[in-house]
């Protein structure tokens, strides 16, 4: 069946950096975009990065640079990698998946509506 399966969130502090990982399994994984998002208790999943079949790429403005997505297609994983991390970057981090036909997705990637499937979360904390 098919399953994503994120990894490597923790307790960092504020200034550190941690790699969060996406194992993909019971599909297609170098057909489809995979995106990460970030959510807080009681708040909405926001879109943080997007990584196409072809390794395009897109980020909230919020990312300033400080977080990098890529994949790995014969390992079947994304990463998302997450440096000088501040308090403010307290959520749980999904990564989900959506059919990539190859057409342009930059206006409408942060979209949750979009995408099919999900992973169950990994939590990040930074401590101050």
């Known amino acids: 069946q098919v399953q994503l399966v994120e990894s490597g969130g923790g307790l960092v502090q504020s200034g550190g950096s941690l790699r969060l990982s996406c194992a993909a399994s019971g599909f297609a994984f170098d057909q489809y975009a995979i995106a990460w998002f970030r959510q807080a208790p009681g708040k909405e999943r926001e879109g943080i990065s997007y990584i196409n079949r072809n390794n395009v790429t897109y980020y909230a403005e919020f990312v300033q640079g400080r977080f990098t997505t890529s994949r790995d297609n014969g390992k079947n994983m994304a990463y998302l990698q997450l440096n000088n991390l501040t308090p403010e970057d307290t959520f749980v981090y999904y990564c989900?998946?959506?059919?990539?036909?190859?057409?342009?997705?930059?206006?409408?990637?942060?979209?949750?509506?979009?995408?099919?499937?999900w992973g169950q979360g990994t939590q990040v904390t930074v401590s101050s």
């Open positions: 989900a998946r959506r059919w990539d036909a190859g057409e342009y997705f930059g206006s409408a990637w942060f979209l949750k509506r979009e995408y099919d499937f």
